[in-house]
């Protein structure tokens, strides 16, 4: 498995953007699939989105569906999560994750995944 460390989170007033980075370790990143969550208090973890390991395909949910973008950069064994148009409701601490398995990039679960990174928090003010 590949050990993962968020990190870019912070403050952004709404309709700001910021850019949320997962660096993994490990010769495998190349080949696993990665997606991205988050979870505010009191809510279940939320799936935000996925790439494959080529990053040549992304699907992404509903509810960020054009606010949100994901890239990988498999040299630099990173991750990235793109977030614009910023708003109060998506405070939340933002998870990546990843897994070795071969993907269906379709509205995902945290079961889906077997690699976890320790998160980063986000808040966004009005």
């Known amino acids: 498995q590949v050990q993962l460390v968020e990190s870019g989170g912070g403050l952004v007033q709404a309709g700001g953007s910021l850019r949320l980075s997962c660096a993994a370790s490990g010769r495998s990143f190349s080949s696993y699939d990665m997606g991205w969550f988050r979870q505010a208090p009191g809510k279940e973890r939320e799936f935000l989105g996925v790439?494959?390991?080529?990053?040549?395909?992304?699907y992404y949910a509903d509810s960020v569906k054009g606010r949100f973008t994901i890239s990988r950069d498999n040299a630099k064994n990173t991750v990235y999560l793109q977030m614009n148009s910023l708003k109060v409701e998506d405070t939340a601490v933002y998870y990546c994750?990843?897994?070795?398995?071969?993907?269906?990039?379709?509205?995902?679960?945290?079961?889906?995944?077997?690699?976890w990174g320790q998160g980063t928090q986000v808040t966004v003010s009005s």
């Open positions: 790439i494959e390991w080529s990053g040549g395909r992304t």
């Open positions: 994750a990843g897994t070795a398995e071969v993907l269906t990039l379709a509205p995902l679960t945290p079961l889906d995944f077997s690699s």
